[in-house]
């Protein structure tokens, strides 16, 4: 519908003025609006560039995103762990090391030794891998190696041959194919069965289970989005818009980041976390700035007027809300190079989100009009445009405000009931993180009940101009003759020259099942006591150890160090741009304050449900009891961000009260109440989001869905019902410093 000339934000000031709305900034230096009015106005103006605009930049951002591909830059592990790995790269130009696939042969009845079908299959899966190029050089069966008995189980029943996949490790899982097909061909005897896993292996389930969650987190939350903001808005076009700026952000951001794999590490996952933050900020955002002007315009005000008023209010909080999630998403550089990627992809779709809300919303009211109403679902009523205020809510708070400690103090407490169990939260890596009904993740379990003292090996990587001495020769054959079945390390010990000589690796495997305090210990002495006995006397020669153990050790390690130091940055970066925004000092301290309680409720529930095994039949996981070392620290950063929207919100609408002269007890109970529909809404939203993502395979999807959907609704209730409001009665005047 065309729009004549005298609907658009700045005829407002042609002719005879429009009356000045209350909540409306007045202008800065020079007569000048604030810069979020004059977007908004730009917006309105030239509605038709900015619409075809964002268009052009997320059809752009696509083409970007398959023309330049990502390069697969290598994510090092921290430690010592990501030096072995740097070595080896620097070596062999490959980087990490070959991963190691296990073929489990297992008879039903026979006994290797004893069982001819058993040693036949064993032969026949050797000679079957031997044909892959490059895997030849790695296989060890039982008949191979020196100690091969280490390959048979205590009941002799399963044998395993295993070999190193050749190729590019960051490609395994495809570099890994030839060899499954290999062992696929092998036809056994009878009674016996022959199954292949193994890093590879898994990587590749994995990495499938990854896509297949990806399509149905994309398919399920969208119309669940849809109709849950149809509910809101009563209208199909009213809804349509923040839907469709919410997707395009995403679009938007997963593509460019392809073109920022070629600077930055970016892992598998960091798809999946674009997608759960920004459809999330996306739909609020939009949300809180499309209800703000239809409940101008429901009061009678102009169409230009009413999208003034949505961007001074709105639009500014959306503009503050994004920059404290980014604040708290860039906490996440810190954590060290695994989280580079997430950080990139998830600042880059909150910073999308904005703008598209800042500039593609305003153009599209302002060119829509009244037709946002349009096509409206029948039964639903047409006064959802008017968004009331609540007055549940405003009897809550009103009883709140009148007795803040009281309330507040049973608020508290439920909160900190709720955190207790996180004070028993212990972190860890599950065995293998995939569905446990892949062919790969069982055939691994079988492996570990085989054999359970049977972990990957730690990698010691050496270089150095020693490497051909006698004495290097004497300290591996000390480092061998150490390796006993009842000490901290296992044989067999295997030596491999690499690079033409110019390094070394030394497959050392550990006692324990590879994860846990025996595991742990094995690693310490190696890394503390063995190495330094046997290579710490051979001049001209560097180590260090690597594998899966080491890995997680020093990954784990390296989170609890720094730790600290992203909880205190995100926090001070939070705390210095809302005493800016706000110009007090109470109000980031009280926001920071509650913001902590709802992650350390969120962090008790996860603990209770995961850590301890609730759950397990409808949510479909199983416990390894504890919590995957990196979710904590995610959690806290995105969950930090992301209840600052509602904090910001509600703070900006009593704000706003505050500056028509209320007072505070009145500005607490208005702002709060007349903002409580749209706040539901997005809290209901957001849940339902994050909800899906409890639904699928992983289980630290699973961990981060219940956790964050948890804690989004405790925000939403407990937070914005109860302690806010508590908390800003007690506080009174001191809050509002520079309100009069």
Known sequence: MRQSQSSTMPETRRGSPAPQHEATRTPGRAGRLPVVERIAGWSARYRKTAVFGWLVLVVAAVLAGHVVTSKNLPVYDPGQSGQAER???????????????????????????????????????????????????????????????????????????????????????????????????????????????????????????????????????????????????????????????????????????????????????????????????????????????????????????????????????????????????????????????????????????????????????????????????????????????????????????????????????????????????????????????????????????????????????????????????????????????????????????????????????????????????????LRGTILPQTFGHVSGITWAVTGATASQHDFTAALHSRTPLVLALVALLAFTLLAIVFRSMAIPLISIGLNLLSVGAAYGVITLIFQDGRLTGPLGYTSFGAIIAWIPLFMFVFLFGISMDYHVFLLSRIREQRQRGSSAADAIVTGIASSAGVVTSAAVIMVAVFSIFGTLSLIDMKILGIGMGAAVLIDATLIRGILLPAALAVAGDRAWPRIH
């Open 87 to 525: 070595t080896l790269h620097q070596l062999t130009g490959i980087a990490g090391s070959a991963p190691v696939e296990q073929v489990l042969i297992q008879s039903s009845a026979g006994q290797f030794g004893t069982d001819p079908a058993l040693r036949q299959a064993v032969a026949s899966v050797a000679a079957a891998l031997g044909t892959v190029p490059g895997a030849a050089a790695g296989i060890e069966t039982p008949f191979s190696i020196k100690n091969g008995s280490a390959l048979v189980s205590s009941d002799r029943h399963s044998v395993l041959v295993t070999f190193r996949v050749p190729g590019d490790p960051a490609k395994e899982d495809q570099t890994v194919q030839p060899a499954e097909r290999a062992v696929a061909g092998v036809r056994p005897g009878p009674g016996v069965t022959i199954r292949i896993t193994g890093d590879a292996t898994i990587d590749r389930a994995v990495n499938a289970a990854i896509t297949h969650d990806f399509a149905k987190a994309e398919s399920t939350s969208v119309p669940i989005t849809l109709v849950l903001l149809v509910l809101v808005f009563g209208s199909l076009i009213a809804a349509g818009i923040p839907l469709l700026l919410a997707i395009t952000s995403v679009v938007a951001a997963v593509s460019l980041l392809s073109v920022a794999g070629h600077w930055l590490p970016v892992s598998a996952s960091t798809s999946e976390s674009v997608l759960l933050i920004g459809m999330a900020v996306g739909v609020d955002y939009s949300l809180f700035y499309l209800r703000r002007e239809r409940e101008e315009r429901s009061q009678g005000v102009s169409g230009a007027q009413a999208l003034r008023v949505a961007a001074a209010t709105s639009g500014h909080a959306i503009l503050v809300s994004g920059l404290t999630v980014m604040c708290s998403l860039a906490g996440l550089f810190l954590a060290g190079s695994i989280f580079t990627g997430i950080a990139v992809g998830t600042i880059l779709v909150v910073a999308i989100a904005v703008v598209g809300s800042l500039t593609v919303l305003p153009a599209l009211l302002s060119w829509l009009g009244p037709l946002v109403d349009r096509a409206r679902v029948p039964f639903l009523g047409r006064g959802r445009a008017a968004a009331r205020p609540s007055r549940l809510w405003a009897a809550l708070v009103r009883q709140v405000v009148h007795r803040p400690l009281a309330w507040g103090g049973v608020a508290l407490v439920m909160l900190l009931v709720l955190a207790a169990p996180a004070l028993g939260m212990r972190l860890g890596e599950p065995a293998f993180d995939a569905p446990k009904d892949l062919p790969a993740a069982t055939t691994m379990a079988a492996i570990q009940h085989a054999f359970p003292q049977t972990p990957s090996p730690a990698e010691v990587v050496i270089t150095g101009t020693g490497l051909g001495s006698p004495s290097f020769g004497s300290a591996v054959a000390a480092l061998q003759g150490q390796a006993s079945a009842a000490g901290v390390i296992h044989p067999p010990v295997v030596a491999t020259p690499i690079a033409g000589g110019r390094g070394m690796t030394i497959m050392v495997p550990l006692a324990g099942p590879g994860a846990g305090p025996v595991s742990e210990h094995a690693l310490e002495v």
